[in-house]
């Protein structure tokens, strides 16, 4: 680490993105990784920026700057393409337009959840917020299945003990919709209220966190559950995880 935040956050992000890439979970250019910069740190006023308005504003990102990976970026290649496919992001002080450097590649195309779900943490009061997005696989699989969103959230959370400690908001099942909208994003944000993880059915998981470990850990512990329920339900033929009292014994 450099000590300069813009550098250190592309190490982070780029790390980050080779991991989930050796666990087979952004095929191609699937996956985008966030990170708000602390306040006070980042794109300067005065840099020359390309603005955009948002369609949503963002009260509690105002003047704040966040890096993000760039529209058809390969996780595989972040390490090597560092420099271009990782982009700084500021946030005017009004919070309803933002700006990237003039010149610089397009932000991913969920850059809608990227910048809802990253100011739901910052009016958490959080100094810095990232967000996590892979095609996870097992994931993937359970789903898209056509069991309802609140039995796969309760079946997820009793998958093993790590969901309780990681994920304490829980997760939360969004059906599907078309990719890359505003209206995703602010849906996906509306579920992030009152969780750290959304599973976009048949799409992929999201991982909300102050940093961008626990951002990590949230699609990670999520997917292992997947992954759990999906072998007990081929070897047993149902779900078992945590029982109410196996539960009670994690608090
Ligand atoms: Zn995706």
């Known amino acids: 680490m450099t000590g300069d935040p813009l550098s250190d956050a592309r190490t982070e992000i780029a790390l980050t993105a080779a991991h989930l890439a050796r666990m087979g979970w952004s095929e191609g250019n699937a996956g985008n ?6 306040a006070g740190t980042g794109l300067d006023d005065d840099d020359d920026l390309v603005t955009e308005q948002l369609q949503v504003p963002v009260q509690s990102l105002a003047g704040r700057t966040f890096m993000v990976t760039t529209l058809g ?3 595989r290649r ?3 393409d560092i420099s271009t496919d990782i982009i700084p992001v500021k946030v005017d002080d009004s919070g309803t337009a933002a700006g990237r450097p003039r010149g610089s590649r397009k932000p991913t195309s969920e850059f809608s ?5 990253l ?3 910052a009016a958490r009061g959080w100094e810095t917020a990232s967000l996590v997005h892979t095609h996870s696989t097992s994931m993937l699989a359970l789903s898209s299945s056509e069991l309802p969103g609140e039995m796969l959230e309760e079946a997820v959370e009793r998958a093993h003990p790590e969901v309780s400690f990681l994920l304490r908001r829980g997760v939360k099942f969004l059906d599907f919709m078309a990719p890359g909208s505003w209206e995703l994003g602010t849906a996906t944000a509306e579920l992030f209220e009152s969780a750290d993880c959304v599973v976009w059915r048949k799409h992929g998981i999201l991982g909300l966190g102050a940093t961008l470990d626990e951002a990590c850990d949230a699609v ?3 997917e292992k559950a997947a992954r759990l329920l999906l072998l007990e339900k081929s070897a047993f033929d149902r779900f078992f995880g945590l029982k109410d009292r196996e539960l009670k014994k994690l608090y």
Do not use: D, K, N
């Not at 990784?33 to 602390?38: F, H």
């Open 33 to 38: 990784i966030s990170l708000l910069l602390p």
């Open 73 to 75: 970026s390969r996780f």
């Open 78 to 80: 972040l390490e090597r």
């Open 113 to 117: 959840s990227h910048v809802l779900a």
């Open 119 to 121: 100011a739901v943490g």
């Open 220 to 222: 990670e512990v999520t």
